[in-house]
C-alpha cells in the first residue's frame, strides 16, 4: 500500500521471471515519486509535506540509536539531521538519498519510482488507483505502461482518496473485496493468458484470465 507499493513494484519488475512471489497487488502506488514530489510540495501550501515531515521525525527520535551508525556517513548526529527536518522532502535529502548512495535526492525520487520498472514484471498484478488521491494524482498513473505488459492489470476508481475507499451508511473499506477475489484468483489459476478489454483512458482497464487458463491440478 502507498510507498510500501512502489518498493514491491520496484522488486517484482527487478527480479522479472525469477520473482518468487505467485501475484501481487498494489493500493495507491505513487508510481513516479519525483512528479508526485512537485505536486505535493504546493497541494495546500505544503500540508501533506509537513505533516510527513513532522511523523519521520518522531520515527527518527523512536529509534535514534539504531541509526547511530549512519552518523559517519551523513556528517552530522540524528538530532542534529532531526532539527532540520520540516517536511518529507527535507528527510529524503538529508536522510535517505545519501543513507543508500544516491547523488541527489532527486536522483534518488527518479530512481525509486516503480513506474520505470513495471515493464519488467513477470507474476500477475492488480493495482488499484482512486482517480481523487490527493496524494497519488491521476496524471502519474501508468495507463500505458499497464496496457502493453500482459500480467498487468490497473483498475482506477472516481473516488476513494488516498487509502480510504469507504462506502455505506456504516463505512467500511471496499478495496479489500477485488484484492481478495484477484489473490484467489491467482492462486487457482496458473499460466494464464491474459487479454485486455478496451475502456477508455479515465475508466477501468480491465484483464481478466482467458479460456487458455490451466486449472490449478488438486493435490491428491
Known sequence: MSLGANIVTNYVGEEKENCP???FVGICNPFDLFTLDRYVSKYRGGYYQRQLGFYLRHLMMKHV???RPL???LGRSIEEINKEVKTYHDFDKIMTAPSFGYLTVDDYYRKGSSILKIDGIR???LFISPLDDPMVVKDVLPFDECLVNKNTILATHPS???LGFFTGIRPRQWFTEPTIGYIET??????CLLYTSPSPRDGLLSRMPSSACKKKKKKK
Open 123 to 125: 507474476i500477475p498484478t
Open 186 to 191: 491467482v492462486d487457482k489459476y496458473y499460466n
Open 71 to 73: 552518523e559517519k556517513r
Open 160 to 162: 476513494g482518496g488516498h
Open 21 to 23: 512471489l505467485k501475484g
Open 65 to 67: 540509536e539504531e541509526l
